[in-house]
């Protein structure tokens, strides 16, 4: 076995961009929004912030002692940090599921991102621009999809086309490596990403009321429907659920990223101040750009009525259908459409690179490969996984691979995650791992709330997902038989990812006993 | 916008700000 020296953040500003770069995604601007907007509109805002201090900072700080401890130990994922906390013959194979999300998530994140990508250059090019329906612009999507051959797209070429940019530009930034790949495209990316959605908040406040005969169509009316509370909604437990869901979501804690970011701090170094600072970051990308740039301006182009039904049809009908139309009737739209589509695809790139470092620390970490073997290793098995996703994205691949891997596994995850933590290696030793080199103090009440509150909210989501997916995708009511059969391949796939990485643990651990380091 | 609205507003939008600047001073102040 070779043994190779772990790379490390190369600054303290890099580790927290990186770390922000993970956590803002595509959901900061177009889940969070509807979330709002759906849920009770401020009133959404005291069950989102209560989940932000109980569930999703503590999972956060969590996850980077977890880390930051594995790191030190040699290993840069989960499975070896599981048998940290717990040292017992099951709990690597727990830990295999902190590979097994990034990695499966990784599948049909990376074709949503190059969508993105490939919409800015519509934008620019103008190819969109003349279709003034929503249902054109659905039929322009599913063209481009493959889902239906028409007039604007007669295959899936530009798909694939912008699909192998995508693939191609992710593969690059892993190949160079943490502190000049990861890091690098995180000091470039994130401050654009700022500069973007700063540009696009200026216009939207811009705008007003474009349309004078209609006063009610304004930017306020927008920013209302966001935050006018609506207190009757708390009553309503699925306003929590959706609280909750969408921190534990914009965060990525509990997915096996964290820990792998974490495992490239040193020992000497704080996590308590780059845990908030990654939370405050995130909240203002998510809260303060999110919430002002895509409801706002569809409700000040296209009235509050028609914004509700855009927001109930869900976040890719609001970035992919709606927005579109707005560009086209708003002065030098495609340079506006092609900031909005690129700030989504930066979003985008710096949480797909950290979603496949997991699988690549793992094999350089466990079974010593150099950076250029393991990452032609990954890439190869990543590119076959992604196939079935792009061409059976009409026969429910992507939803089945995502209720599995983002609904089931992850909330079971850190689930497990925050009960080895808090109750197995124990609060007292997981506290002094957390606040060692603390350049922040912690105030004490957290002990309580990761070792009681953060397990039960958990334990909330993952039963609450479950019973209300059950029936429609556990037991496929409904569905037809060729849909059927793609949704039992998702779950073929699913799991031999699973029992390959659980194999992969086996040889590594056996390798190991083998030859001690 | 209601009254209320413009309040929940200011007070997410406010301790946003707040905890971001004050975490980001905190790094920055460090790094120096």
């Known amino acids: 076995m070779v043994n190779h020296i772990r790379d490390h953040w190369a600054t303290k500003i890099g580790l927290i961009l990186a770390l922000a770069g993970n956590a803002i995604g595509l959901g900061n601007f177009l889940r969070f929004p509807v979330q709002a907007a759906q849920n009770g509109g401020g009133a959404f805002m005291i069950p989102y912030f209560l989940a932000l201090v109980?569930?999703?900072?503590?999972?956060?700080w969590v996850d980077l002692a977890v880390g930051r401890m594995g790191g030190v130990h040699g290993h840069g994922t989960t499975p070896g940090m599981m048998e940290l906390l717990w040292k017992n013959r099951v709990s690597k194979y727990l830990g295999v599921l902190g590979i097994f999300i990034p990695l499966s998530i990784f599948m049909y994140y990376c074709y949503i991102e190059s969508w993105t990508l490939a919409y800015s250059f519509f934008s620019l090019t103008g190819k969109y621009f003349g279709n003034t329906s929503q249902e054109a612009m659905r039929q322009f999507l599913h063209g481009y999809q493959g889902l239906e051959s028409n007039s604007f797209f007669s295959g899936i070429g530009y798909a694939y086309l912008f699909f192998l940019i995508t693939f191609a530009i992710n593969t690059y930034v892993i190949a160079?490596?943490?502190?000049?790949?990861?890091?690098?495209?995180?000091?470039v990316a994130m401050p654009l990403l700022f500069i973007f959605a700063i540009i696009l908040v200026v216009r939207v406040f811009m705008v007003g009321t474009p349309d004078p005969a209609y006063p009610d169509r304004s930017v306020w009316t927008g920013l209302g429907f966001i935050w006018n509370p609506d207190f009757s909604r708390l009553k309503d437990a699925k306003v929590w659920l959706a609280a909750a869901g969408q921190i534990f979501f914009t965060l990525s804690c509990g997915w096996g990223i964290i820990q792998t970011y974490a495992s490239y701090i040193k020992r000497d170094e704080d996590i308590a101040l780059s845990g908030l600072a990654t939370v405050s970051t995130n909240e203002f990308a998510e809260v303060i750009c999110g919430g002002t740039i895509a409801i706002p301006i569809a409700c000040a182009f296209f009235g509050l009525v028609a914004t509700?039904?855009?927001?109930?049809?869900?976040?890719?009908?609001l970035g992919f259908q709606a927005m579109p139309l707005i560009f086209q009737q708003m002065p030098a739209g495609q340079i506006f459409g092609a900031i909005w589509f690129l700030l989504l695809f930066i979003a985008g790139i710096t949480s797909s690179v950290a979603l496949m470092q997991p699988a690549v620390a793992f094999l350089k970490d466990e079974f010593g490969l150099s950076q250029k073997k393991t990452v032609l290793i990954c890439m190869v098995f990543l590119f076959i996984g992604c196939q079935p996703v792009i061409f059976l994205l009409g026969r429910g691949f992507l939803d089945e691979m995502d209720f599995w891997s983002g609904t089931v596994a992850l909330p079971l995850f850190a689930l497990i995650e925050?009960?080895?933590?808090?109750?197995?290696?124990?609060?007292?030793?997981g506290?002094?791992?957390?606040?060692?080199?603390?350049?922040?103090?912690i105030p004490i009440i957290f002990k309580f709330i990761i070792k009681y509150v953060t397990p039960i909210y958990l334990l909330i989501l993952f039963v609450a997902w479950i019973w209300q997916h059950a029936p429609r995708v556990i037991w496929m009511d409904g569905i037809e038989y060729e849909t059927k059969c793609c949704m039992w391949g998702a779950r073929a796939l699913l799991i031999f990812i699973f029992v390959l990485f659980a194999i992969l643990v086996k040889i590594a651990w056996a390798r190991k006993k083998r030859v001690p380091a | 916008m209601t009254k209320n609205g413009y309040?929940?507003?200011?007070?997410?939008?406010?301790?946003?700000?707040?905890?971001?600047?004050?975490s980001m001073y905190k790094v920055l102040r460090k790094k120096r």
């Open chain 1, 54 to 60: 109980l569930l999703g900072l503590p999972l956060m």
């Open chain 1, 176 to 187: 160079k490596g943490v502190s000049a790949g990861i890091e690098k495209l995180a000091k």
């Open chain 1, 308 to 317: 509700q039904a855009i927001a109930a049809g869900g976040a890719f009908n």
């Open chain 1, 418 to 429: 925050s009960i080895l933590f808090a109750w197995i290696f124990g609060m007292k030793k």
């Open chain 1, 431 to 441: 506290w002094n791992e957390l606040t060692h080199a603390a350049e922040i103090r």
């Open chain 2, 7 to 22: 309040i929940f507003m200011i007070l997410g939008w406010g301790i946003i700000i707040v905890l971001a600047a004050f």
